[in-house]
Each structure stands twice: as structure tokens, then as C-alpha cells.
Nanobody, 127 residues
């Protein structure tokens, strides 16, 4: 059973930035397609972004396009989600997840494609 650990959440003012990190504790995160999801109170968990194993394919939901960037640091075996120009509506618990479906270059924001999930990190955007 893989374990994922997120970090980097916190309280930030509107327009600010945060960088979320996702690490795997039992094997290299390089083995997985990695997705970031978020869940706001009273709402369904939604996909935010994902990156292929290869690192050369990324997908963004409309909510984060042009503001969020997902990338891998292979030296640190970590996947990051850089979030800029944050808005109050970005407030949510953010989860990283690992998928073993698809190929080396595949991406997916379908929740059911993800096998392993982290515990989440809270992001609050408020003045």
C-alpha cells in the first residue's frame, strides 16, 4: 500500500501563492501518474491538475488554468503544484493521488483512475 504525503498548505491572502508538495513514502513517485484534487466544504472532490509519469504531459481543470503549474522534481522524487493568483474560491482541502492505470505518457483527472490518496492539506484563501 503506497502512502502519499502532502505538504505546503496554509492561509494566504487573495492574490497570493502557495506551493504544494506530494511525496510517496514506500516507492518512487516517478512510478505513477500524479493528480491533484481538491474538496471544498459541501462540495464534491474535483480534479485540479495531473502529470504523466514521463512528466511531459500535464492537464489542468479550467479552475486552475493559467494560475496553477504542476511539475516533477525527479531529484527530490516530489511532485509540486504551484498555485498563483489564489482566489477565495480556491479554498479547499487539496489531495494528491497516484494512478497506476494508463501508460507512461498518460494523464487523467478521473477520480476512479487513482488508487492511492494522501490525507490532504488545507488551503485557505482569505483576507
Amino acid at each position: 500500500q503506497e502512502q502519499l504525503v502532502e505538504s505546503g498548505g496554509g492561509l494566504v491572502q487573495p492574490g497570493g501563492s502557495l506551493r504544494l508538495s506530494c511525496e510517496a513514502s514506500r516507492s518512487s513517485i516517478d512510478y505513477y501518474t500524479i493528480g491533484w484534487f481538491r474538496q471544498a466544504p459541501g462540495k464534491e472532490r474535483e480534479g485540479v491538475s495531473c502529470i504523466s509519469q514521463s512528466g511531459d504531459n500535464t492537464v489542468y481543470a479550467d479552475s486552475g488554468k493559467d494560475r496553477f503549474t504542476i511539475f516533477r522534481d525527479r531529484a527530490k522524487t516530489t511532485v509540486y503544484l504551484q498555485m498563483n493568483s489564489l482566489k477565495p474560491e480556491d479554498t479547499a482541502v487539496y489531495y494528491c493521488a497516484a494512478s497506476v492505470s494508463g501508460g507512461y505518457h498518460s494523464t487523467t483527472l478521473a477520480r476512479n483512475d487513482y488508487r492511492y490518496w494522501g490525507q490532504g492539506t488545507q488551503v485557505t484563501v482569505s483576507s
